[in-house]
């Protein structure tokens, strides 16, 4: 069936250290977003990637979506406390805007 | 303006008991998601609307599970006679159209079955 899955679970990181988490389907996907949830909070959307090999930057942090449309990755770098939460990434397979998401990538940042 | 609400924003509910959830979207989003949170994983996908048509329940738990939105705004995520397993975050989303939109959640209603 339908699964994105993403790795690592967890990624613990000194400020200012990289972090970088993936995401692979097994079938092509339509699309692609991450979003970011805070602990306690609600997912909140970071970007959406579309076209075969995209690659978007908002400021510290690198999304790209691979040439075959089945993986994606997030960068962060030179990471801060204030990028700490799960980062999940939620594909879409033509079928109306449903977003499969992956399991998530929990960063802490230790300052 | 607005954002995504939903209420109430916690449940407790004992075994066997029967519970509404509420979501209001943003004013004038035609899409309108469900999804269900357990703690430490990911949303899964529940069901979705566009305007007041159910178009995709193939989330939905069980027969146990229905959803709603008969004017096309507000929506209500009902559970019958729940479980220990329906224990879970409870969340809403809103899109201004379908695929290839980003998707605006609401803050969740975090459901506890005692």
């Known amino acids: 069936g339908q699964q994105v899955m993403q790795i690592p679970q967890y990624q613990h990181v000194q400020e200012g250290e990289d972090f970088t988490t993936y995401c692979n389907s097994s079938t092509t996907l339509s699309n692609i977003q991450w979003y970011k949830q805070r602990p306690g909070g609600h997912p909140v959307f970071l970007i959406q990637?579309?076209?075969?090999?995209e690659v978007k930057k908002q400021k510290r942090l690198t999304f790209q979506f691979g040439e075959a449309k089945k993986n994606s990755s997030l960068h962060i770098t030179a990471t801060q406390t204030t990028d700490v939460g799960t980062y999940f990434c939620a594909g879409t397979y033509n079928q109306g805007g449903k977003l499969i998401f992956g399991q998530g990538t929990e960063l802490s940042v230790k300052p | 303006g607005a954002g995504v609400s939903q209420s109430p924003r916690y449940k407790v509910a004992k075994r066997g008991q029967d519970v509404a959830l509420r979501c209001d979207p943003i004013?004038?989003?035609?899409?309108l998601f469900w999804y269900q949170q357990a703690l430490g994983q990911g949303p899964e996908f529940l069901t979705y609307?566009?305007?007041?048509?159910?178009?995709?329940k193939s989330g939905l738990p069980s027969d146990r599970f229905f959803a709603e939105r008969p004017e096309g705004s507000v929506s209500t995520l009902k559970i019958q006679r729940t479980q220990q397993e329906d224990s879970a975050v409870y969340l809403c989303?809103?899109?201004?159209?379908?695929?290839?939109?980003?998707?605006?959640f609401g803050p969740g209603t975090r459901l506890t079955v005692t």
């Open positions: 990637l579309v076209k075969s090999g």
């Open positions: 004013s004038g989003h035609v899409s």
């Open positions: 609307f566009q305007n007041e048509a159910q178009l995709d």
């Open positions: 989303a809103s899109s201004l159209w379908t695929s290839g939109y980003e998707q605006y």
